[in-house]
């Protein structure tokens, strides 16, 4: 079983449509979670953090299941700007720990 | 804006020859940096772990005598990759940790000729 695991899509929505992300995790006791985002060619860039309690950034919300050991990513109202590869990153203990990468789900929207 | 920068951002070498890529933490100090290696649609793979001051710890499967690292600095951790092959054409990008969250360089692409 891989560490993280996502779905790799590719997710073609239209434009203005919600979409979700689901992530698993296998390492329990892992501690930080986050969402990256990933253009064609470039770095991976911090899209946002995922705590406990759940967070929310303008059109996307991030919530971890802790018990269930999985992570969401919901977009709303897409944006054709949006369209990425979205990588779900682990990290197992501690702040000195190496990441561990999802393969990434990778997002069209279309107009 | 950026908090890790890195240089070059693409590099064309000859096979047989060495090339060095820098990764700079901007305005931190960064004691651990990683250095990633991600072939096309496929997600980023650690190569090791660069550590300031001490040696570098390699993953599996990685060679250290190919792909050299010093951290010499608490701003600076370089990769050199020896003697370049075609199978070694990828991207290549660094990261440092500011607090709890990973910032990445922009990526080196290298292509081996």
């Known amino acids: 079983r891989k560490e993280v695991e996502q779905d790799p899509g590719p997710f073609n929505v239209p434009e203005g449509a919600t979409v979700a992300f689901n992530c698993t995790y296998s390492?329990?006791?892992?501690?930080?979670f986050f969402w990256y985002r990933q253009d064609c060619r470039k770095e991976p860039k911090l899209l946002m953090s995922v705590y406990s309690s759940g967070n929310e950034d303008g059109r996307f919300t991030a919530q971890l299941n802790r018990a269930s050991q999985y992570i969401s990513l919901l977009i709303r109202d897409s944006k054709l700007s949006d369209s990425a590869t979205y990588l779900c990153v682990v990290r197992p203990r501690g702040n000195t720990d190496k990441l561990i990468f999802g393969t990434g789900t990778r997002l069209q929207v279309f107009p | 804006g950026a908090v890790v920068s890195q240089h070059p951002s693409r590099v064309i070498c000859k096979s047989g020859t060495s090339v060095k890529i820098e990764c700079r933490s901007l305005?931190?100090?960064?004691?651990?940096m990683f250095w990633y290696r991600q072939f096309p649609k496929q997600s980023l793979m650690l190569m090791a772990t660069s550590n300031e001051g001490s040696k570098a710890t390699y993953e599996q499967g990685v060679e250290k005598d190919k792909f050299l690292i010093n951290h010499a600095s608490l701003t600076l951790s370089t990769l050199t990759v020896t003697s370049a092959h075609p199978e070694d054409s990828s991207f290549y990008i660094c990261?440092?940790?500011?607090?709890?969250?990973?910032?990445f360089g922009q990526g080196t692409r290298l292509t081996v000729v």
């Open positions: 390492n329990s006791a892992s501690q930080s």
């Open positions: 305005d931190f100090q960064a004691t651990t």
């Open positions: 990261s440092a940790d500011r607090g709890p969250e990973a910032f």
